[in-house]
């Protein structure tokens, strides 16, 4: 680190934010073309539905906790079917979490409903998410289809590691 300081805080916060997101989407596109609909054990959610929750949730914590930065909200357990346009949707709703930190640290407020501080959003948000992606790689697992570390790891992990690199998706 060069400086050091509080200054520096945000910045790294939002860029853990989206690279958080960006490793998701890696996720997604990385997917065998038939994997959204795997399930784990009869009565699961498909992985398709797991990132359609995951856009939801999100969606849902900005309305209830900065609802001056919502937008609308779909149904949560919708089965993705089209890897581009959940693509899109996972980085529509990973703005607005991020716009909705930002904004409610700019004003100094609290979030309304589930949190004192706004980065607590991102934190639940990571770890929310961080649990789906477990689930979907186990479902890959137990499908017979895991993704291969040499492949996956640099897409996911690596994205976490790598200094100075800007989060992005493939």
């Known amino acids: 680190m060069s400086d050091s300081g509080s200054d520096n805080v945000l910045p790294a916060l939002l860029d853990s934010w989206d690279r958080n997101n ?5 996720l997604l596109r990385a997917l065998p073309e038939d994997a959204l609909t795997l399930r784990p054990v009869e009565g699961s959610p498909s992985v398709g539905e797991l990132f359609s929750h995951i856009h939801y949730v999100r969606l849902v914590f900005v309305s209830e906790d900065a609802p001056e930065f919502a937008q609308p909200v779909s149904d949560e357990w919708v089965q993705a079917s089209d890897r581009d346009r959940m693509a899109e949707l996972l980085n529509e709703s990973a703005k607005a979490v991020r716009e ?21 959003l991102f934190q639940h948000m990571i770890w929310h998410e961080g649990y789906h ?22 897409l996911t992990r690596r994205v976490w590691m790598n200094k100075r690199q800007a989060a992005r998706s493939s």
Not at 22 to 26: Q, Y
Not at 100 to 120: C, N, S, T, W
Not at 133 to 150: D, S, V
């Open 22 to 26: 960006a490793i998701l989407v890696n």
């Open 100 to 120: 909705a930190v930002q904004g409610r640290l700019a004003a100094g407020r609290e979030m309304d409903v589930h949190f004192d501080h706004p980065i607590l």
């Open 133 to 154: 992606h477990g689930q979907i790689k186990l479902t890959l697992k137990l499908a017979g289809r895991p993704l291969a570390n040499k492949d996956i790891g640099p």
